[in-house]
């Protein structure tokens, strides 16, 4: 492989990886949270992206005067309060009441609220099963560097991935909600022994993974223009994958998981697009039976 | 009369599933049943082999797997694949069809027993939300490779596929397995599996072989599941990769879990009223209510949320008497 060609396609991978690394982040926080897999999370991404195609939609049928920077930022701010609301619904309304049950209820309740959101959007008349162009909300200008090809997208998608994940750093390491939060996922009875309120700290958390997740169906929408209902699905499994590879419920191993699987899976595609398409769970296989704990994951040992 | 009735578990499930048969036989032939009811029975009972071999697996077992359409997407293809290939050959009538199928199913059942045996092998390893994940990732390799393989269809899937799967034909496959699982879960071998649900460690340390049984949960699980995919493709005549994706795991984990995880009784009672419900009533019931049936999920999926959420053990707790023998 060339060196130009081997740039071109880290540029491409991390573009990807930032994406996943977004969505990624979600499911890790909730797990630590709550120890749930939760399978809805990728189609918080699809509720964000539809939220925004309808916002702009609109806004352009008001005006076409409207600055390209200023209709992105407004639909960003769309994506993260509908990708948060929509995370906070069907935590409050399917995974609070199942919060002391067995959890394999409120695994299978994830998928029946994943099937739930895919099905209803796809039923609604005015959304519908079927593609949808989403609309330019920034000009592609492309440019090049050293022979490598770069464009505003994909600056922006690995730009945009790294502020959200200095800002959810910092939310964690650095704010009285973020000790809350490192607090509940090491011992729920124990936080809340000490004053913390548990239910309201598992909010907070189901809000951010949910913004996290709109924030990646933007950025998705916008890098790949076509949405659909099931648009999630594909890209939620591969950032679950990410997860797993960086060590459920680690927050930094969310991050180089994601960018870790987006390299892997444009190298192998580059190569062979069947590798491609199944590096993912090869690389999930192999993680589990090498480091179920993932990369940075902490080894736990069994009690009897 | 009444004691020996009770020691006979066996005869008394076969009298029931004769009576079952004369039943929907009397009920189809009198025209009560169309065609479309009969091919909705049909997908019940292919449902009743699927989920009864998950719940070997989820909840007699413990071994929490969600891939459970890869093993059926194996049988598929390749009883499949057996048979499209078989019925080009020339055959003046001397070998019987329905021998040929059940070779082919059982051909299938052996593939996807195989599968079953190497997904088994991490399952030594991992428990709990790990080995969902290791399952899951298993059943998308399955279906990812056989999008890929052009030999049987690739994307297009598999097509021509005879039309053998006779409603005769699936009713005895589905007893036979129910029969099967249920002597499986009453042997020692059961008690066995049984136990490393309630506790791997302390059923290790009386002696059980932990390893030998997960493996064979598996590899048993997929089997059955194997003969319900063979089952499934010989009756839409068609097999195709979309079919056999994580939803499609996921609509045989419901079945297993709505029922109540480790009650057979209950995943045979849900495969058939969620069958029903999901083909027959909610199409029904839109159509009156003037919505589309594009709402069909949208309602199901909000069933299964509300039944979760108000009975997390499903309809049939664990230990449902009906399986259980009274007197031991």
Same mark, same amino acid.
């Given at each position: 492989?060339?060196?130009?060609?081997?740039?071109?396609?880290?540029?491409?991978?991390?573009?990807?990886?930032?994406?996943?690394?977004?969505?990624?982040?979600?499911?890790?926080?909730?797990?630590?949270?709550?120890?749930?897999?939760?399978?809805?999370?990728?189609?918080?991404?699809?509720?964000?992206?539809?939220?925004?195609?309808?916002?702009?939609?609109?806004?352009?049928?008001?005006?076409?005067?409207?600055?390209?920077?200023?209709?992105?930022?407004?639909?960003?701010?769309?994506?993260? $309060?509908?990708?948060?609301?929509? %995370?906070?619904?069907?935590?409050?309304? /399917?995974?609070?009441?199942?919060?002391?049950?067995?959890?394999?209820?409120?695994?299978?309740?994830?998928?029946? $609220?994943?099937?739930?959101?895919?099905?209803?959007?796809?039923?609604?008349?005015?959304?519908?099963?079927?593609?949808?162009?989403?609309?330019?909300?920034?000009?592609?200008?492309?440019?090049?560097?050293?022979?490598?090809?770069?464009?505003?997208?994909?600056?922006?998608?690995?730009?945009?991935?790294?502020?959200?994940?200095?800002?959810?750093?910092?939310?964690?390491?650095?704010?009285?909600?973020?000790?809350?939060?490192?607090?509940?996922?090491?011992?729920?009875?124990?936080?809340?022994?000490?004053?913390?309120?548990?239910?309201?700290?598992?909010?907070?958390?189901?809000?951010?993974?949910?913004?996290?997740?709109?924030?990646?169906?933007?950025?998705?929408?916008?890098?790949?223009?076509?949405?659909?209902?099931?648009?999630?699905?594909?890209?939620?499994?591969?950032?679950?994958?990410?997860?797993?590879?960086?060590?459920?419920?680690? @927050?930094?191993?969310?991050?180089?998981?994601?960018?870790?699987?987006?390299?892997?899976?444009?190298?192998?595609?580059?190569?062979?697009?069947?590798?491609?398409?199944?590096?993912?769970? %090869?690389?999930?296989?192999?993680?589990?039976?090498?480091?179920?704990?993932?990369?940075?994951?902490?080894?736990?040992?069994?009690?009897? | 009369?009444?004691?020996?009735?009770?020691?006979?578990?066996?005869?008394?499930?076969?009298?029931? /599933?004769?009576?079952?048969?004369?039943?929907?036989?009397?009920?189809?032939?009198?025209?009560?049943?169309?065609?479309?009811?009969?091919?909705?029975?049909?997908?019940?009972?292919?449902?009743?082999?699927? *989920?009864?071999?998950?719940?070997?697996?989820?909840?007699?077992?413990?071994?929490?797997?969600?891939?459970?359409?890869?093993? /059926?997407?194996?049988?598929?293809? $390749? *009883?499949?694949?057996?048979?499209?290939?078989?019925?080009?050959?020339?055959?003046?009538?001397?070998?019987?069809?329905?021998?040929?199928? @059940?070779?082919?199913?059982?051909?299938?059942?052996?593939?996807?027993?195989?599968?079953?045996?190497?997904?088994?092998?991490?399952?030594?390893?991992?428990?709990?939300?790990?080995?969902?994940?290791?399952?899951?990732?298993?059943?998308?390799?399955?279906?990812?490779?056989?999008?890929?393989?052009?030999?049987?269809?690739?994307?297009?899937?598999?097509?021509?596929?005879?039309?053998?799967?006779?409603?005769?034909?699936?009713?005895?496959?589905?007893?036979?397995? $129910?029969?099967?699982?249920?002597?499986?879960?009453?042997?020692?071998?059961?008690?066995?599996?049984?136990?490393?649900?309630?506790?791997?460690?302390? /059923?290790?340390?009386?002696?059980?072989?932990?390893?030998?049984?997960?493996?064979?949960?598996?590899?048993?699980?997929?089997?059955?599941?194997?003969?319900?995919?063979?089952?499934?493709?010989?009756?839409?005549?068609?097999?195709?990769?979309?079919?056999?994706?994580?939803?499609?795991?996921?609509?045989?984990?419901?079945?297993?879990?709505?029922?109540?995880?480790?009650?057979?009784?209950?995943?045979?009672?849900? *495969?058939?009223?969620?069958?029903?419900?999901?083909?027959?009533?909610?199409?029904?019931?839109?159509?009156? %209510?003037?919505?589309?049936?594009?709402?069909?999920?949208?309602?199901?999926?909000?069933?299964?949320?509300?039944?979760?959420?108000?009975?997390?053990?499903?309809?049939?707790?664990?230990?449902?008497?009906?399986?259980?023998?009274?007197?031991?």
């Amino acid at each position: 492989m060339e060196l130009t060609t081997f740039f071109q396609q880290l540029i491409n991978g991390l573009q990807l990886g930032a994406i996943y690394a977004l969505i990624a982040l979600g499911y890790t926080m909730v797990y630590g949270i709550i120890r749930l897999i939760n399978f809805a999370h990728a189609d918080f991404l699809m509720v964000g992206a539809f939220a925004v195609y309808f916002f702009a939609s609109f806004i352009l049928t008001l005006t076409n005067a409207i600055p390209p920077i200023i209709l992105f930022i407004l639909g960003l701010i769309v994506a993260l $309060v509908a990708g948060a609301l929509i %995370a906070e619904l069907s935590n409050r309304l /399917a995974y609070k009441p199942l919060r002391y049950k067995p959890r394999l209820s409120a695994l299978i309740t994830a998928v029946g $609220v994943s099937m739930f959101l895919e099905y209803f959007f796809a039923s609604l008349p005015f959304i519908g099963p079927s593609f949808r162009a989403f609309p330019d909300l920034l000009k592609p200008v492309s440019f090049v560097v050293g022979g490598v090809y770069l464009n505003n997208i994909q600056l922006l998608d690995i730009g945009l991935a790294i502020v959200l994940m200095i800002l959810l750093t910092f939310i964690v390491n650095r704010t009285m909600m973020g000790k809350a939060m490192r607090a509940v996922s090491q011992d729920k009875d124990a936080a809340k022994l000490m004053g913390i309120n548990v239910e309201r700290t598992i909010t907070f958390v189901f809000l951010i993974g949910g913004a996290l997740a709109g924030a990646a169906g933007i950025l998705m929408a916008m890098t790949y223009p076509r949405i659909y209902p099931n648009m999630g699905i594909l890209p939620g499994l591969k950032a679950f994958v990410a997860a797993v590879l960086g060590g459920i419920g680690n @927050i930094p191993g969310a991050m180089l998981g994601g960018f870790l699987l987006g390299i892997a899976e444009i190298y192998a595609t580059s190569y062979n697009s069947l590798l491609g398409e199944g590096i993912a769970f %090869a690389i999930l296989i192999i993680v589990l039976l090498v480091r179920p704990q993932g990369l940075l994951g902490e080894k736990q040992s069994e009690k009897v | 009369m009444k004691k020996v009735w009770r020691n006979l578990p066996t005869l008394r499930l076969l009298i029931y /599933a004769v009576a079952l048969y004369i039943l929907l036989m009397l009920l189809s032939s009198g025209g009560i049943l169309n065609d479309y009811l009969m091919i909705i029975i049909n997908i019940c009972l292919i449902y009743v082999i699927l *989920a009864t071999s998950l719940n070997l697996i989820n909840g007699i077992t413990g071994l929490f797997s969600v891939g459970h359409m890869g093993f /059926a997407a194996v049988g598929a293809y $390749v *009883a499949g694949t057996f048979t499209t290939l078989v019925w080009k050959l020339p055959n003046d009538g001397s070998v019987s069809t329905t021998l040929l199928f @059940i070779v082919a199913l059982v051909l299938g059942g052996i593939g996807a027993a195989i599968v079953g045996a190497l997904i088994g092998m991490p399952a030594l390893r991992l428990k709990g939300d790990y080995l969902a994940i290791v399952t899951l990732g298993f059943g998308e390799i399955i279906r990812t490779i056989i999008n890929n393989i052009d030999a049987v269809g690739g994307p297009r899937g598999l097509l021509g596929i005879p039309a053998l799967s006779s409603f005769t034909i699936i009713f005895v496959a589905t007893v036979v397995t $129910v029969l099967i699982l249920r002597y499986l879960v009453y042997s020692s071998h059961g008690r066995a599996m049984i136990s490393v649900r309630e506790d791997a460690t302390a /059923a290790d340390l009386v002696g059980i072989n932990t390893t030998k049984y997960k493996v064979w949960a598996f590899v048993i699980g997929a089997f059955f599941a194997g003969i319900g995919g063979g089952l499934l493709a010989h009756l839409i005549q068609l097999a195709h990769p979309t079919q056999y994706g994580f939803y499609a795991s996921f609509l045989v984990l419901i079945v297993v879990y709505i029922g109540g995880v480790g009650s057979m009784t209950g995943s045979i009672l849900a *495969a058939f009223v969620l069958t029903i419900l999901e083909k027959y009533l909610l199409p029904m019931l839109l159509q009156w %209510a003037g919505l589309g049936v594009e709402w069909r999920m949208v309602i199901y999926s909000l069933l299964l949320i509300i039944v979760m959420i108000y009975r997390p053990e499903g309809l049939m707790p664990r230990e449902a008497k009906f399986m259980i023998p009274e007197d031991h």
